[in-house]
């Protein structure tokens, strides 16, 4: 059931997941069709989530999007009232202004390699903020010596949010390990499923990455609807791996999934292990904060495998 409405106000818009958005050519989206999904959402009581280009919108956009309720997503440049603020890694690192806030969900988008020899400047990262969201942009070019060195990185940021407990009464939340802690159930992407996106040429795409990766693969309009081939295949009761699995955190993208695997519902073997791998790293963690007194009727089995194509019955 749908329950948000992403809407890329321009071309340029910031990406806050795996995509990358390399569009430099600016294309706002036409007031009436920023009208017409903002109609769609309330016909459809759909929380709206509105993604931000890094300039500042005339003012009568500014007006139209203040007329519902909404969360907006902007880069780091233009980070006053926004709900999600995207950085790049460098970007991160090199602000210093940030300060730490209860409303505002902070996004990384960082390459394998960026993590791997700046894990040190995420952590320090991390102590500044409420919560914060890695978003790994190549997890689809992990290697086996690559699986062995993010184990260890899992590690370093496992042991940082206890140490940030001393400093602070509330512990920094960090998507990778302590979201598993507090899910009972699956809490993927869902595009799709519980989210549809609408794109500055006034179409639905099934998220951000679809359009930017193909304009003609739209999936309906505001008019005449949403309409996606095979919809089912994206809930999770068609994905008969995943249902079954206890990751609950991962994202089970369904762009990298058709990407890597060519099917919406089967994640790629990169996937699978990088989120068991984080799983497991949640359950140390766990443990530490047992010690301490959190979290103390919430246990993670352990298991021996990390991709469930490989487990025995």
């Known amino acids: 059931m749908l329950q948000y409405l992403i809407i890329l106000l321009d071309d340029t818009s910031v990406s806050f997941c795996h995509y990358r958005n390399t569009n430099s050519n600016r294309r706002l989206i036409a007031l009436d069709g920023l009208k017409a999904g903002i109609l769609f959402a309330m016909k459809h009581n759909l929380m709206v989530q509105f993604v931000y280009p890094d300039y500042e919108l005339p003012e009568s956009y500014a007006t139209v999007i203040e007329s519902i309720d909404h969360h907006k997503i902007k880069p780091f440049s233009l980070k006053e ?11 991160a690192v090199s602000d210093q202004t940030l300060n730490r806030n209860e409303k505002t969900t902070l996004v990384l988008r960082i390459t394998k390699d960026e993590l791997f020899s700046g894990y040190e400047e995420v ?9 914060l969201s890695l978003v790994i942009t ?8 690559d699986f062995d060195t993010y184990k260890k990185v899992l590690s370093h940021l496992e042991s940082a949010i206890p140490e940030a407990l001393k400093e602070n009464d509330d512990m920094p939340q960090l998507n990778i390990l302590s979201d598993r802690i507090q899910l009972e159930k699956m809490n993927n992407c869902n595009a799709g499923v519980e989210n549809i996106t609408l794109a500055p040429n006034g179409k639905f795409y099934v998220c951000p990455a679809f359009y930017i990766e193909d304009e003609n693969d739209s999936a309906g309009n505001p008019a005449e609807g949403i309409t996606i081939s095979n919809r089912q295949l994206y809930t999770l009761a068609y994905a008969p791996v995943c249902r079954k699995c206890d990751a609950y955190h991962c994202k089970r993208c369904i762009w990298l999934n058709k990407k890597t695997t060519l099917e919406v519902n089967t994640p790629s073997h990169e996937q699978c292990v990088t989120a068991h791998l984080e799983r497991n790293a949640s359950r140390n963690l766990l443990n530490e904060l047992h010690a301490k007194g959190f979290f103390p009727n919430k246990e993670i089995r352990e298991i021996t495998c990390l991709d469930p194509f490989e487990w025995k019955e």
């Open 81 to 91: 009232d926004a709900s999600v603020v995207v950085y790049d890694y460098r970007e």
């Open 123 to 131: 952590i320090h990262f991390l102590k500044r903020s409420n919560r």
């Open 138 to 145: 190549d997890t689809d070019t992990f290697r086996k010596e």
